[in-house]
């Protein structure tokens, strides 16, 4: 039996890299997990990454929980809002919910490219793209969402970013739209206080996701699986005090050292470090 038996949870953006790491681990602690994002085996939103929604949710149950796929496009506010009705309706309860959606990369095979120009050079295209489905899908997702957990009378609210603190993270509409995530956990924090409910921010290093390619040595010797941000998330979800974590934006480094668990290789990949 997993901790999560009996859990229900939501991953966003689930279809490929962090999202389906976290989801099948959640799954492998027994939750039922509703798997969310727009790529469907009738519609790959990139076809070069043709993972679906419908292949994450049976690796969740093929993990010992059960996969519930749901095509959902989280720049979308009805559909979110539809989301959550479903849900509500089938389960009466949210237990986790997880905040992982994000956009802006595409195509991909410009991201380096542009990545790195200076800031004069750059497109508001690519912070449309960051804003609309990034942070303003995690808000989105919070808004919609935060109710239904708070049902439950207990819950977690995850939101993935990435940040180093006061370090410049190299470009800068990228910089400002992760930070911003988590300055969002911590007003959302603030906002649920008073109740049972915990907001936590989890910061990856350098995942293998699908597109990570052209790695520095010192990135790959630091290369995280998709799972270890799913080991960090399953066990702020197991630990029945996470509320004292509420408002924090933490390394899953330092959360393995934490929890004492590891990524699927054994190792403990040293956690950037996130400055107060």
């Known amino acids: 039996m997993g901790c999560l038996d009996g859990k229900i949870a939501l991953v966003t953006g689930a279809s490929r890299g962090a999202g389906r790491g976290i989801a099948t681990v959640l799954g492998s602690e027994g939750a039922t997990v509703y798997v969310t994002g727009r790529s469907t085996r009738h519609q790959a939103v990139v076809p070069e990454f043709p993972h679906a929604v419908e292949d994450t949710a049976e690796e969740v149950s093929a993990a010992g929980g059960h996969g ?27 237990d986790v919910l997880v905040a992982n959606a994000w956009g802006g990369y595409l195509p991909y095979a410009e991201h380096n490219e542009w990545f790195t120009q200076p800031f004069r050079e750059q497109s508001m295209d690519r912070w449309d793209g960051m804003f609309t489905a990034g942070l303003r899908s995690h808000l989105a997702t919070c808004l919609f969402g935060m109710p239904l957990l708070q049902e439950a009378g207990y819950g977690l609210a995850v939101l993935t970013t990435f940040t180093r603190g006061r370090r410049y993270l190299g470009n800068v509409f990228y910089d400002v739209a992760k930070n911003a995530v988590c300055r969002l956990v911590t007003a959302l924090a603030e906002e649920t206080r008073d109740t049972d409910l915990a907001v936590v921010g989890v910061s990856p290093g350098w995942m293998a996701v699908e597109r990570m390619t052209g790695l520095t040595d010192r990135q790959q010797a630091e290369m995280e699986s998709v799972s270890y941000i799913g080991r960090a998330i399953a066990a702020l979800a197991c630990d029945p005090a996470v509320s004292r974590r509420s408002g924090q934006t933490l390394a899953v480094g330092d959360l393995a050292r934490i929890y004492g668990f590891t990524d699927t290789d054994g190792r403990q990949p040293t956690p950037y470090v996130i400055e107060p």
Do not use: K, N, S
């Open 68 to 94: 519930i796929a749901v095509a959902c496009d989280h720049t979308d506010d009805e559909q979110v809002r539809a989301l959550f009705t479903r849900i509500g309706d089938e389960q009466g309860r949210l």
